[in-house]
């Protein structure tokens, strides 16, 4: 029987019960897991509905055996995600052979189940690698611009964890999201925008602000200079479990260490000393006792 045939049995299937009330929907996660690298790349690649639906499947895999009941996960995607059957039927389609396989049972006849696929494959067929893993509520995680948005957001560390400035034009060259579509995500996903502001030191060694000429209508007038803002998602940070193993196969395996970035900014004097990619522009986080405005995040040219 084809894959097609196996799913549109399924359909028919489900529709019948549906309609005699006598289905049963599988439990509903508490937790989804969303991995930055993976979502970045699935944004990229026009690919985040069947990243989100693996994802989902991963949640509703909780014992860990990467299989699933066909006719389970339909109606569960259905009650606890949100889907149309006609969405699911479809994403289902369209990730089989990518990030599952859809399969008859050669053990019980008549029953279609799921393979999930693992993280090192699937990182793997997007070639990334899946980085710290964050977990979001699953009732977040309901409705399409909702799960593209979460996805988005898993690009940034989760709150409470120092981030580094980062213009949108380097957002948008990360994640392939415009600027527009970031500030709606923003809003939808509830991230966290902190502003930064660049310093140096006089000749006596005091902190001082860095200024820029701004021209606008004839006029000019200097200006504390700004740096990118710093942003933070509501997401918890997640068990590593199997992900600092992965990441560290994938590394070797699809050689990442060929094209590295200039670091620019730096957290700690420790970082900026042992740093050998410094960029001809870096800033040092100021201490926050040597801070001019209390609780502001400012950076000293370093």
């Not at 049972?105 to 189940?113: E, F, H, V």
């Not at 007038?221 to 560290?248: C, D, E, F, P, Q």
């Amino acid at each position: 029987m084809s894959k097609l045939a196996i799913l549109d049995k399924e359909y028919n299937k489900r529709q019948g019960a549906v309609k005699s009330g006598d289905y049963q929907v599988a439990g509903s996660p508490l937790f989804i897991k969303l991995f930055p690298r993976l979502s970045v790349a699935a944004l990229k690649a026009r690919l985040d509905k069947e990243l989100a639906l693996w994802y989902e499947l991963r949640a509703l895999n909780s014992w860990g055996s990467g299989r699933l009941d066909l006719n389970d996960v339909l109606a569960s995607l259905v009650s606890s995600f949100g889907y149309s059957q006609a969405t699911a039927y479809r994403l289902l389609r369209a990730g089989d052979g990518k990030l599952w396989d859809i399969y008859q049972s050669p053990r019980l006849p008549g029953l279609s189940q799921i393979k999930i696929y693992g993280l090192f494959r699937v990182a793997k067929w997007f070639s990334t690698y899946p980085g710290r893993a964050v977990e979001i509520k699953a009732s977040d995680f309901r409705g399409r611009g909702a799960k593209t948005a979460c996805l988005y957001a898993s690009f940034f560390k989760p709150d409470g964890s120092r981030a580094k400035p980062i213009s949108r034009e380097s957002i948008e060259a990360a994640t392939g999201v415009l600027r527009r579509q970031q500030q709606r995500y923003d809003k939808v996903v509830g991230i966290k925008r902190v502003a930064n502001f660049a310093f140096q030191q006089d000749g006596q060694g005091k902190l001082t602000p860095m200024l820029h000429l701004v021209e606008s209508k004839g006029k000019q007038w200097l200006k504390h200079r700004r740096l990118g803002n710093s942003y933070n998602s509501r997401a918890l940070k997640a068990h590593r479990g199997m992900t600092k193993r992965v990441n560290a196969e994938l590394q070797r395996s699809l050689n990442f260490g060929e094209a590295r970035l200039l670091k620019r900014f730096f957290l700690s004097p420790r970082s900026l000393i042992r740093s050998t990619e410094r960029a001809n522009e870096a800033f040092l986080l100021v201490n926050k006792r040597d801070r001019l405005i209390p609780g502001r995040l400012e950076w000293c040219m370093a």
